[in-house]
């Protein structure tokens, strides 16, 4: 069965938290927080913290594709949230590295972790606020 790592990341955060304060950016946190467990909801996935302003999703039996869909689900609820920072004129928005991969006894779940965090790199390099999925086959992630 596959596996799928969803790696998100706040857009700007750093920006956001120095113009708000720690609070703010606390309180923000928590909103993205919840807008992850809305849309994670079958049992045996998991959301959770991974660090500062980055946060994964692990999905049970999910093909890279399914994943998409709810990294997409996630962006676009985040984005609607319309936490804006007044000073950037921007709003906080998240960037999403999507990979899956069956696991076998080749594959270390260090891999899976990496190839996330690969195409989590690839979104924020290509303009941020979008999902990039790294294929198993796609020898480029």
Same mark, same amino acid.
Do not use: W
């Given at each position: 069965?596959? /596996?799928?790592?969803?790696?998100? *990341?706040? *857009?700007?955060?750093?920006?956001?938290?120095?113009?708000? =304060?720690?609070?703010?950016? *606390?309180? #923000?946190?928590?909103?993205?927080?919840?807008?992850?467990?809305?849309?994670?909801?079958?049992?045996? *996935?998991? =959301?959770? $913290?991974?660090?500062?302003?980055?946060? &994964?999703?692990?999905?049970?039996?999910?093909?890279?594709?399914? #994943?998409?869909? +709810?990294?997409?689900?996630? $962006? $676009?609820?985040?984005?609607?949230? =319309? /936490?804006?920072?007044?000073?950037?004129?921007?709003? /906080?928005?998240?960037?999403? =590295? &999507? #990979?899956?991969? +069956?696991?076998?006894? !080749?594959?270390?779940?260090?891999?899976?972790?990496?190839?996330?965090?690969?195409?989590?790199?690839?979104?924020?390099?290509?303009?941020?606020?979008? &999902?990039?999925?790294?294929? !198993?086959e796609d020898s480029d992630c």
């Amino acid at each position: 069965m596959p /596996l799928a790592l969803i790696m998100i *990341d706040i *857009d700007h955060f750093k920006n956001f938290n120095d113009t708000y =304060g720690h609070l703010s950016g *606390d309180q #923000a946190l928590m909103k993205i927080a919840e807008v992850i467990k809305g849309v994670i909801k079958r049992p045996g *996935d998991l =959301g959770a $913290r991974y660090g500062g302003e980055e946060f &994964v999703v692990m999905l049970m039996n999910t093909t890279a594709e399914d #994943a998409a869909v +709810v990294a997409e689900e996630i $962006r $676009r609820r985040v984005e609607k949230l =319309g /936490l804006e920072n007044e000073e950037t004129k921007t709003l /906080l928005t998240v960037s999403l =590295g &999507v #990979a899956s991969f +069956v696991p076998d006894n !080749q594959l270390a779940q260090e891999e899976l972790i990496a190839a996330a965090d690969r195409a989590l790199y690839k979104a924020k390099e290509g303009g941020r606020n979008k &999902v990039v999925v790294c294929q !198993q086959e796609d020898s480029d992630c």
